[in-house]
């Protein structure tokens, strides 16, 4: 069994809040007795893209946690990859496979800079063909983005969405290896199928955003930041994909943590 947890979009923003929320989420999955053995965290990391907001997720993230970073909408590929993923601040897409036991996780850059709008470029197209034809045979694959590939009836997301889905889920019905896709974006948690297979979307660490039955005007949507963070675990069990949503209280004081 291989347990993933996936938190999205924390959205850092120098100051204590967001920070707080995240720290609770970590310090739950650090005192699990079952540790995950990767942890995504599917975009949205600062709320600007500003240096700042990246060095305060670099040190609230600092720890023993196996951590894997993709951007988001808000996120600037070159101050995300100089502080988070210690490389040269360069534009290009941040693709990267995560190899576990039997399992591998590819994670697609689905941002495009200096727009909100979802879109999976050419050479992540190649990307990801490629390391699935690296990959095993007998391995399962999970799929990550931050942009949802379909309508999700939200007034302001669905507006934003992954732009060139159909490329994608050809690949996805296609390759039986293929498990599950997942991604952020929508700051509220949802499940449907793409490509005949589970599609997941996490709930934002930082507020959750209303969906279309909330209004009918985009500009005008409702935001809760009262709702304590959630955070998804999903556990691949052979060809069996499932997730659990945990919430995280934030009454009380954080646990004390183990090394």
Request: net charge negative; hydrophobic share 40%; proline share 10%.
């Amino acid at each position: 069994m291989i347990l993933i947890a996936q938190l999205s979009d924390v959205h850092f923003d120098t100051h204590d809040r967001n920070a707080e929320r995240t720290e609770r989420v970590l310090a739950y999955l650090l005192q699990l007795p079952h540790r995950p053995d990767a942890v995504l965290v599917t975009g949205d990391i600062a709320d600007r893209g500003r240096p700042a907001e990246y060095a305060q997720a670099r040190a609230t993230f600092d720890g023993p946690l196996p951590l894997w970073f993709l951007p988001g909408n808000h996120d600037d590929r070159g101050h995300l990859r100089a502080a988070l993923l210690d490389q040269p601040p360069t534009g290009t897409p941040i693709n990267q496979a995560v190899e576990l036991p039997g399992v591998t996780v590819a994670l697609l850059d689905s941002t495009i800079p200096g727009d909100s709008a979802g879109l999976l470029a050419d050479e992540t197209f190649d990307w990801l063909e490629n390391l699935l034809a690296a990959t095993p045979a007998e391995n399962r694959v999970v799929l990550a983005m931050h942009h949802p590939p379909m309508p999700m009836y939200h007034n302001v997301c669905d507006g934003i969405r992954l732009a060139n889905p159909d490329r994608l889920e050809r690949i996805i019905e296609r390759d039986p290896r293929i498990l599950a896709t997942l991604t952020g974006h929508l700051h509220s948690a949802a499940t449907t199928l793409f490509g005949g297979r589970p599609f997941t979307v996490a709930p934002s660490v930082a507020s959750q955003i209303g969906n279309s039955w909330d209004g009918d005007d985009p500009l005008d949507f409702p935001i809760d930041y009262a709702p304590d963070p959630s955070v998804l675990l999903h556990i691949v069990d052979g060809s069996r994909f499932t997730s659990v949503m945990h919430t995280v209280a934030m009454g009380g004081r954080i646990p004390a943590l183990p090394n």
